[in-house]
């Protein structure tokens, strides 16, 4: 819970973090190296309709105390966003000295491919020790297979805090929910999956590189209009009201505003709640919510949650937390009734 919200309470700056990365590298460019394996593996970061490449790394003076002895390391730059540990669970964990991600082992060698989709995934680049070579394999292999359409985006963006991004792979259109980091080479590879013809937009914290997507993709934004802001006024379908939604036969917007005041929640086939910063699992595999991180109203999320018992679905799809997967609908309705009476 601690990590979650840290996680969550460090979103509230409005400055454009690309941007002051580059930056810091110019005004104390002694501290910064130049990524040489990002550069080898012809990696572009897509910011603002803009292409970039990633010029700081993880760097050895930086470098956790922590760490086990070898190549792979995590610095502290690490903002604790937990991604490595979801992705590479065996090689990373959470120091309990620094509250920082660090690794507690070094990956033996049907453990480094798990540990080099972390490396890229990181959204601050913050865990060193990979070749040109390695990372363009570990670029290969995303996006990550979840279950039947669903596919984890792998990389996370910084201006969304490591919020996890998903793919759904569907005959009558792809749909993007939230947005990753959008380096080239996994635009490309959503590319030959079908591309994205919706852009499902959970709330206002996690957009990232929403404009990115829609340039590549033209693909239709969605996101309630009580979360729009400057950067996302030009969101293609902006949905009012606490009603639920059709998107289209299958895809249902559901509101849940608490977190922010225009949260939604996306359900796919009955089965997908992708649930944004509205609900999550914790690590011990129970839901979990949080009135700490609750932006808006307490009393409404909590409603909210209610209201997803109107529903069916056997997974939990969050942007921060671990992801849930019942049996069946009615064990996940079962939880949730749970949660009901734990934060009412």
């Known amino acids: ?3 979650r919200e840290r996680v969550l309470a460090a979103r509230d700056g409005d400055e454009d973090p690309i941007a002051l990365l580059h930056e810091a590298e110019v005004l104390d460019g002694a501290a910064h190296v130049v990524e040489q394996p990002f550069l080898e593996a012809g990696v572009g970061l897509s910011h603002g309709g803009a292409l970039v490449t990633p010029s700081l790394v993880a760097r050895l003076n930086l470098r956790l ?20 540990r979801q992705i590479a669970p065996t090689t990373f964990a959470r120091s309990d000295r620094s509250g920082l991600s ?25 865990i060193g020790g990979a070749q040109g070579r390695e990372v363009r394999e570990a670029f290969a292999s995303l996006p990550l297979h979840v279950d039947g359409p669903v596919h984890d985006l792998g990389l996370r963006a910084e201006s969304s805090f490591g919020a996890t991004s998903y793919l ?5 259109g792809n ?7 959008a380096a080239n080479p996994l635009l490309d590879r959503i590319e030959g999956m079908g591309g994205a013809r919706w852009n499902f937009l959970t709330h ?11 340039e590549r993709f033209g693909c239709e934004r969605v996101l309630h209009r009580a979360d729009v802001s400057g950067r996302t006024r030009a ?4 949905i009012e009201g606490k009603d639920p939604v059709e998107l289209a036969p299958g895809l249902v917007v559901i509101p849940v505003p608490g977190h922010t005041r225009g949260s939604a929640a996306f359900l796919v086939d009955d089965t997908y709640l992708f649930t944004g910063d509205h609900l999550w699992a914790e690590d011990d595999g129970s839901l979990g919510m949080s009135r700490s991180v609750c932006w808006y109203s307490w009393e409404e999320q909590v409603r909210s949650l209610k209201r997803l018992l109107d529903f069916r679905f056997r997974f939990v799809l969050p942007g921060h937390g671990r992801r849930a997967e019942a049996r069946d609908t009615g064990e996940m309705r079962g939880w949730i009734q749970k949660l009901v009476r734990e934060v009412e």
Not at 235 to 238: G, H, K, S, T
């Open 1 to 3: 819970m601690e990590q």
């Open 65 to 84: 105390p922590e760490n086990a002895p070898g190549s792979l390391f995590v610095d502290s730059t690490c903002i604790d966003c937990d991604a490595c």
């Open 102 to 126: 660090y690794v507690q082992r070094q990956p033996a060698p049907a453990q480094r491919k798990d540990a080099l989709v972390a490396l890229v995934a990181c959204p601050t680049a913050s």
């Open 168 to 172: 759904v792979v569907r005959e009558g």
């Open 175 to 181: 749909v993007i929910v939230d947005s990753p980091r």
């Open 204 to 214: 206002r914290d996690d957009v990232a590189d929403h404009e990115a997507l829609h």
């Open 235 to 238: 969101v293609e379908r902006q």
